[in-house]
């Protein structure tokens, strides 16, 4: 077998794992869901209270890049999230032009319990698999998140390919 055989085949055992990765996924994140819905908050809106809970007193912008949304969306969202009342605003100490956002003690309240819902369910899943399924998948996410973090943008390439670890 030559080089250019070799690599295309591995290439294409990435694209089938790739799109076995993607179905699993798309079927745990859809039952997921059902387990621990989101409701009264959409996708979105649950990305926003999750980036307030590690940056309080954040203004529009700023969240807006954090999630790479047009103001005008961050806005709408906010409003939404601030009509719940899970989301606070308030005047920036730094620029009266500008609002900080933070989450409110109900929006707090919000995330704790949908993490301990999401916490259980995954953890009566884990614990139903074999020690050596467990094994396994600790390895299998501890490679992807290196590789992933290995070939973030930004980071310069090492003699191999990769991206210079930090």
Not at 7 to 13: N, Y
Request: glycine residues 8%; aromatic residues 4%.
């Amino acid at each position: 077998m030559d080089s250019e055989t070799s690599i295309r085949g591995g290439q294409d055992a990435a694209t089938h794992a790739a799109r076995e990765v993607i179905e699993l996924l798309e079927v745990l994140w859809s039952r997921g869901r059902d387990i621990a819905p989101t409701a009264p908050v959409s996708s979105s809106q649950l990305r926003v209270l999750y980036v307030l809970d590690g940056a309080q007193g954040i203004n529009l912008r700023t969240l807006g890049e954090c999630l790479g949304s047009a103001p005008s969306s961050v806005s709408r969202m906010c409003d939404r999230l601030h009509a719940l009342g899970f989301i606070e605003r308030s005047l920036s100490s730094a620029s009266r032009r500008e609002l900080e956002l933070r989450l409110s003690s109900r929006g707090k309240n919000y995330l704790n319990e949908l993490r301990a819902r999401r916490e259980s369910a995954l953890l009566d899943a884990i614990s139903a698999m074999r020690p050596t399924e467990r094994s396994a998948l600790v390895r299998g996410l501890s490679g992807f998140q290196r590789v992933v973090e290995d070939t973030a943008p930004g980071r310069p390439p090492t003699r191999d390919g990769t991206a210079e670890s930090a």
